[in-house]
């Protein structure tokens, strides 16, 4: 239940495609659901969260969409370019505890 | 600020040996996190800190790892003896407290076991 399950494990896009990737979580509990976007040879770091109170953000070319009911939330890059190959990670946690749990990760490859 | 910061970046050592990552977290951060990332497991949270005091650490794969973080602004994490499948990128990140705000990872410290 305390599972976070991410697909695809790899996505190919064309640049200026739509790249989308899906989250999946059990544990009604959650209440604050990160993305992190990590380059080769860096740390994880912070692309965009969304608590459930809405069913949408955008942040320029990004949006996070979230549906409750069925326990999923999606992420997706709009006119994906080179420079967002990297690997992303969903991840959740319930507002009253501290510890991310995390997504596989997938790796996402813009081929120009 | 200078973000979270790593030492080693690399490390190669041979099986046996005792290694000692580092970590100096971003000033002003209450919570510091030690985590462990391979292809196998993904990202593994083995330890996290709050105000230098030991939260939780029953992440930590085994009694060969240690953590400390002796005072704000210092950690270490410590594998003594180091075992090939310790091999992994380890990251501390810090966040200014325990559940708030953004959690700010460090560019890691790459270690190879042979």
């Known amino acids: 239940q305390q599972q976070v399950k991410q697909s695809p494990q790899s996505l190919i896009v064309q640049k200026g495609g739509i790249s989308i990737i899906n989250c999946a979580y059990e544990n009604t509990a959650f209440d604050y659901f990160p993305w992190y976007q990590q380059f080769p040879g860096k740390g994880p770091a912070l692309l965009i969260a969304?608590?459930?109170d809405v069913s949408e953000k955008k942040e320029g070319r990004f949006t996070i969409s979230f549906n409750k009911s069925a326990k999923q939330f999606s992420l997706h890059i709009m006119d994906s370019q080179p420079g967002d190959s990297a690997t992303y990670f969903c991840?959740?946690?319930?507002?009253?505890?501290?510890?991310?749990?995390w997504g596989a990760g997938t790796k996402l490859i813009i081929k120009p | 600020d200078a973000g979270v910061i790593q030492s080693p970046r690399h490390e190669v050592t041979e099986m046996g040996q005792e290694v000692t990552l580092r970590c100096k977290p971003i000033s002003g951060h209450n919570s510091l996190f030690w985590y462990r990332q391979t292809m196998m497991r993904g990202l593994e949270l083995l330890i996290y800190?709050?105000?230098?005091?030991?939260?939780?650490d029953s992440g930590m794969p085994e009694d060969r790892f240690s953590a400390k973080m002796p005072n704000a602004s210092f950690s270490t994490l410590k594998i003594q003896p180091s075992e090939p499948r310790d091999s992994a990128v380890y990251f501390c990140a810090s966040r200014i407290s325990l559940d708030t705000g953004e959690l700010f990872f460090g560019e890691g410290s790459r270690l190879t076991v042979l």
């Open positions: 800190f709050n105000n230098n005091v030991p939260i939780d």
């Open positions: 969304i608590r459930p």
């Open positions: 991840a959740a946690s319930p507002d009253s505890n501290y510890q991310l749990i």
